[in-house]
């Protein structure tokens, strides 16, 4: 592997990440390319070249890309977590209430 830039063959989920501020009443749907399916599954990864050890990428996921997002993240060593969406959600609730 001589070609060190990581592709995605997902769209980004938006220009200001996922985690931005201003999310619309929409429920969100999956991260993998022309499915429109509700998102179930958040798949959360960290690029150490360009991330932080600490930064949380995420893609959203159906029931049916859940496997193919997570294994094409765990085949270049990024993937860090898979969880439901709802409790990716609860999560990140109780760290903003504190
Ligand atoms: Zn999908």
């Given amino acids: 592997m001589s070609s060190s830039s990581f592709s995605s063959p997902f769209p980004p989920p938006g220009p200001s990440g996922p985690s931005g501020a201003g999310e619309g ?3 969100p749907i999956c991260s993998a390319k022309g499915c429109r399916a509700a998102a179930v599954w958040v798949v959360a ?3 150490p070249k360009v991330h932080t050890p600490e930064r949380r990428k995420t893609w959203l996921a159906c029931d049916e890309h859940r496997e193919h997002l997570s294994s094409f993240l765990d085949m270049r060593g990024f993937l860090k977590d898979v969880v439901r969406l709802t409790e990716w959600q609860e ?3 109780r760290q903003e209430k504190g």
Avoid: C, L, R
Wanted: hydrophobic share 10%; proline share 11%; aromatic share 12%.
């Fill in 91 to 93: 999560q990140e609730g």
């Fill in 45 to 47: 990864w960290n690029n």
């Fill in 25 to 27: 009443p929409e429920s």
